[in-house]
């Protein structure tokens, strides 16, 4: 398996393609921006933290049947994956209210919700990535309603297998979220993209601590500890 051409560069990752069709190369970088692009910075580490802690999820994931685009590691920062048709939508699952929810709702940060929340946005850099609902999904043409039903029940299956997996290692989780593709080879639905303390609010069971992006969004201090942290009780 060659690395091949660039192909692609995103906020907090690099993609290639290889001497496999149906095959690509993702590089975890440590640029880190939030607030819609508007604050950037570095995070020494997270590119491999990322990496690996979205290898271990994602292994997890299979072994529980929700199919995903992992392949295998490669080194410390890249990992092979399958080729997929990416929906323009990022799937949030909320089970405790944070961030947006908290804004938008006005309730408190920390509130334990009755059920877990699934919001979809619109992967959208020019409009913001807005919230929307399954009729604007459709008046878009973003995905059909079978896909996106299909999408809500793998991201609450996917909800509960990490929360009963991080709580055994003491983290609590908070929100996350997700991508999907449909794979080029067998037109399955897949969950892509990264499952890491960039995309998931992860709080220590017992004393509420951040351990992920928040900690650099809200200039928190000990960034990198957080992210090997999190390492560390995931893989040891
Ligand atoms: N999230 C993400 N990428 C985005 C927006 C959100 O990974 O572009 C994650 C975020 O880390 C959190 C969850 O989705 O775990 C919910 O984020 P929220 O809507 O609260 O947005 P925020 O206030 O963090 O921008």
């Not at 995905?143 to 297998?161: F, G, H, K, S, Y």
Request: charged share 30%.
């Amino acid at each position: 398996m060659q690395k091949g051409e660039f192909l692609y560069e995103g906020k907090a990752k690099k993609i290639f393609r290889t001497s496999e069709p149906g095959l690509l190369l993702v590089e975890y970088k440590d640029d880190a921006t939030a607030f819609d692009g508007r604050k950037k910075g570095t995070i020494v580490g997270k590119g491999a933290v990322n990496n690996q802690v979205s290898a271990h999820l994602f292994q997890l994931l299979e072994q529980h049947g929700i199919p995903t685009h992992f392949v295998e590691l490669r080194g410390d920062r890249e990992m092979l994956v399958r080729r997929a048709r990416v929906f323009a939508l990022e799937v949030v699952v909320r089970n405790i209210a944070a961030g947006s929810l908290s804004k938008r709702l006005g309730l408190a940060e920390g509130l334990v919700l009755p059920a877990p929340v699934v919001e979809t946005y619109y992967k959208n850099d020019a409009l913001h990535d807005p919230l929307i609902n399954d009729d604007h999904i459709r008046v878009l043409n973003l995905a059909t309603p079978d896909e996106v039903q299909a999408m809500r029940t793998m991201a609450l299956r996917v909800n509960e297998i990490l929360v009963a997996y991080l709580s055994n290692r003491k983290i609590r989780l908070v929100d996350f979220k997700l991508e999907f593709g449909i794979s080029q080879d067998e037109g399955r639905l897949l969950l892509v993209d990264e499952v890491s303390p960039d995309t998931c609010r992860l709080w220590d069971q017992d004393t509420g601590e951040k351990l992920d992006k928040d900690r650099f969004r809200r200039d928190l201090g000990g960034v990198e500890e957080a992210y090997a942290e999190i390492l560390r009780r995931l893989i040891g």
